[in-house]
């Protein structure tokens, strides 16, 4: 590990002043975005909301709009364009639709800072033209970093794009580092809830339901990322990702289970002394960090009691019970398009489960078929990365 080399967390942001910051948010009627937005609301002082973008869901756009008063939004849905036209633009809000205009969202309007909560491969190419625009990115689609592995790394470092983590273990370590050098890390330590299976034997996984899948013990998510969260390829994404914001071998990046979620992850450092950061399970503290960084600002979310944890537990992963785990580390160490079909057989795989068209105990099968089909490309275009991505989706549709 280089401290001297990039990393994706730089300091390309002027920490002299914290002045007002336009901020736009992609997947703005997700959970990210909706949250997000709830922090603008408490400190009117610190951002504002400059543009929006959402998939298809017009009604809560339109909501959010006329809430927030940006100067653009984007409705991907081109069926939905008119309904949310209509009502917008004699307000003075410019509407735009799309996948193209999600792509080229940094060139609605000028904005400090892009909040990235789409979900899945669809926030890959977001990604992409926000760092081409050389804006800073807090990063909540993990996918982003999994499919475009080491080019999204470049390309950010070529565009002077900062990238700061929203997912909570991310950072969780982000903060352990501040004050802190890269080359000064001996191991990160992300933590895992163990999602709803965790006390299950291996043969009950067998008959795992969609709907029982869906039923996390802590968090409350989309359906994609908690059935990921439930086969645990949700922590496998997440060592890829920390492995090219922090610059650590993947060898030294560890999962333990920590069931009351409260230690987000923690950082080892060379004197084999430990940070964590911990509280409650909220997805607005890290947000608002993003947003505020390098400041902290009063925070609206619930004091910690520790009145009411009198104990906090840690476990090893069971990696025969949860193989993404694995499958994931295995994709990361082989590099180059690997990654982008690990992300590509799990989309497709997750939402044959949710279909009830595989069983749960299936998606780490396909996966694995994927990868070892997999003629790798080891230094990859974005347009390779499609590509890989799109074929490799058609091959498990057509099988299942």
């Known amino acids: 590990m280089n401290g001297a080399n990039y990393s994706a967390i730089n300091t390309f942001i002027n920490i002299n002043k914290m002045e007002q910051k336009k901020i736009g948010i992609l997947g703005s009627t997700g959970s990210i975005g909706t949250q997000t937005i709830e922090i603008v609301k408490e400190h009117p002082e610190l951002f504002v909301i400059e543009a929006l973008a959402a998939g298809s869901n017009a009604e809560l756009l339109i909501k959010q709009a006329l809430d927030c008063n940006p100067n653009a939004v984007v409705i991907a849905d081109k069926n939905k364009y008119k309904y949310v036209a209509d009502i917008l633009q004699p307000k003075g809000i410019k509407v735009y639709t799309g996948t193209e205009s999600v792509n080229k969202f940094c060139d609605v309007a000028e904005m400090d800072t892009i909040v990235h909560g789409i979900t899945g491969f669809a926030g890959f190419s977001p990604t992409y033209y926000a760092i081409l ?3 800073t990115i807090a990063l909540a689609n993990k996918e982003s970093l999994v499919v475009g592995n080491d ?9 002077k794009s900062a990238i700061l983590p929203v997912d909570s273990e991310h950072s969780a370590i982000f903060q352990c580092l501040q004050g802190e050098g ?3 890390i001996q191991r990160l330590i992300l933590t895992a809830s163990g999602g709803p299976f965790r006390n299950y034997d291996i043969s009950d996984l067998e008959s795992v339901t969609p709907e029982m899948a869906l039923n996390h013990p802590t968090w409350k998510m989309g359906a994609k990322i908690t059935i990921d969260s439930a086969s645990l ?11 090219l914001l922090f610059d650590v ?6 999962v333990v289970i920590h069931p009351q979620s409260i230690i987000h992850s923690m950082v080892e450092f060379v004197d084999n002394s430990i940070k964590a950061q911990m509280g409650y399970p909220s997805m607005k503290i890290p947000i ?4 505020s960084y390098p400041y902290r600002v009063q925070s609206q979310s619930k004091t910690f009691d520790f009145n009411q944890f009198n104990q906090l537990t840690f476990e090893q992963v069971d990696h025969k019970k949860f193989p993404c785990l694995n499958l994931a580390k295995e994709a990361c160490k082989i590099g180059g398009s690997m990654t982008a079909v690990l992300n590509a057989a799990n989309e497709a795989a997750v939402y044959s489960f949710l279909d009830n068209k595989i069983k749960f105990t299936d998606i780490p099968k ?4 994927a990868m070892e089909n997999h003629n ?3 230094n990859p275009t974005y347009d390779d990365l499609l590509a890989v991505d799109k074929e490799t989706r058609e091959q498990i549709i057509y099988a299942y």
């Open 233 to 243: 390829m949700n922590k496998g994404f997440e060592i890829i990702e920390a492995k």
């Open 376 to 378: 790798v490309i080891n």
């Open 133 to 135: 625009a050389g804006k």
């Open 249 to 254: 071998d993947v060898n030294n990046i560890d």
């Open 366 to 369: 396909i996966i694995t078929k």
């Open 182 to 184: 890269l080359n000064e």
């Open 151 to 159: 080019i999204i790394i470049e390309l950010a470092r070529k565009h």
């Open 288 to 291: 608002q960090y993003a947003l």
